[in-house]
């Protein structure tokens, strides 16, 4: 096997393509949700059964409930339907991130609006330890890109004893991945997927093509039996979601229910009508219909309007968010991470930390020749170039490689 290729398709995507652990419980078949004759108002009631028959299967009394709670759609479903089967005591949710990010705010109102506790993380004032991210790497399978996951030792002070509910393959299975033109081949699907999850998207990417063939090579097809009803909802679900997002969410050590993560379903909503999925529409609107007054609360995929606002309202906030981009020290709401970039040049300890991965691997001299860490360390420090996003998956490759990865 080429190491260097497979090294290059890591840092090209941000995640292992040739990991075999299947997290997704596929339906048997997806076909076509028979809707001849059906209303509106019975499909929406189809879903609520489904989707509270997908929680009650997870809950069981007297369980300690913890829901790390973001600022979209799918940890709110979960917390709702939770809120159906035990009261506010039961039930804690946390969330990490960046104060004034939508993720960070949203949720906190959300948290308020139903009464239950929400314990917040701020990523700003947060110092990674090389041990514990050493320890997160174990606990994610070596599997995907460092410094995006939960705060691991706070999670594990504060929840370790509770069942963790995950929105995990919400917007992957209601059509969030059902966008633009769909592709109507297989090879047409393999070069969309990848483009469309390349995590290197500079100049740098020039750096990283060697990989490709790799990539092409370690995708998994779906099936024609599994019976797709859309070649980018199946790459998507054999791919990324079991190979990027379930290790990179559901760390081990943790007792997880992943609601979303049903059979059935999932082949209710994998289903639906091209229309009805696309910009997770059906989605949406049943949400609004199951509990009007909570999806009235704001979501950060409407760029912090409420789901039934007015088109042109988040139209005009993405105009006014591209003008300030280009305005200094402005910190965009919809990024709920710190600036790696920034960090690297203005966090001495972060920096300090980051640097010495660097220098690590470069002894290991296990890299493909393009790469030469030094020279991007050097050229990032001096703002020639912002080589943040390689240097963030170099530094993730080592410690992945100190916790006991094998290439």
Same mark, same amino acid.
């Given at each position: ?78 917390? =709702?339907?939770?809120?159906? $089967?035990? /009261?506010? #005591? !039961? &039930? ?8 004034? @990010?939508? *993720?960070?705010?949203?949720? =906190?109102?959300?948290?308020? $609006?139903? /009464?239950? #506790? !929400? &314990? ?8 990674? @330890?090389? *041990? ?276």
């Amino acid at each position: 096997m080429d190491i260097h290729s497979k090294i290059l398709s890591f840092l090209d995507i941000g995640y292992f393509l040739d990991y075999e652990k299947e997290t997704v419980r596929l339906p048997e078949r997806i076909s076509a949700v028979e809707q001849s004759g059906v209303t509106r108002e019975e499909l929406f009631n189809t879903a609520r059964q489904k989707w509270m028959r997908s929680l009650e299967e997870g809950f069981s009394v007297g369980q300690n409930c913890v829901v790390p709670l973001s600022g979209g759609l799918d940890s709110r479903a979960v917390l =709702a339907g939770l809120l159906q $089967f035990t /009261g506010t #005591s !039961n &039930i804690t949710t946390y969330t990490f991130g960046l104060p004034g @990010s939508f *993720d960070y705010e949203i949720a =906190a109102k959300v948290a308020r $609006f139903l /009464g239950v #506790s !929400n &314990i917040r993380i701020p990523l700003d004032k947060y110092e990674y @330890s090389l *041990d514990e991210l050493i320890e997160t790497s174990r606990r994610m399978d070596h599997q995907s890109l460092m410094f995006y996951h939960a705060p691991l030792r706070f999670v594990e002070r504060d929840f370790s004893d509770g069942v963790h509910w995950s929105g995990f393959l919400g917007e992957s299975i209601t059509g969030d991945h059902v966008k633009g033109v769909l592709t109507g081949s297989h090879e047409e699907a393999r070069i969309k997927f990848l483009d469309f999850n390349r995590y290197i998207k500079n100049e740098d990417v020039n750096l990283l093509s060697g990989g490709l063939k790799y990539s092409l090579e370690h995708l998994k097809v779906p099936e024609p039996e599994l019976g797709f009803l859309t070649l980018e909802e199946g790459y998507d679900l054999l791919n990324r979601q079991n190979k990027y997002i379930a290790p990179h969410v559901m760390l081990q050590g943790f007792e997880h229910r992943a609601p979303f993560n049903h059979p059935d379903l999932m082949a209710f909503f994998l289903g639906l009508t091209e229309e009805q999925k696309r910009n997770q529409k059906f989605f949406k609107e049943f949400l609004q219909w199951w509990k009007p007054r909570l999806f009235a609360l704001p979501v950060k995929n409407n760029i912090g309007f409420p789901l039934g606002a007015a088109a042109w309202r988040p139209k005009v906030r993405r105009k006014y968010f591209a003008l300030m981009q280009h305005m200094k020290n402005w910190r965009n709401p919809k990024l709920n991470y710190f600036d790696f970039s920034r960090e690297l040049i203005d966090n001495q300890k972060f920096k300090s930390l980051v640097f010495n991965q660097m220098e690590d691997i470069r002894a290991r001299k296990i890299l493909p020749d393009v790469i030469k860490p030094n020279v991007l360390w050097k050229e990032h420090q001096q703002g020639l170039a912002d080589h943040g996003r390689l240097i963030q998956g170099i530094a993730s490759l080592e410690i992945h490689l100190k916790a006991g990865k094998k290439l």
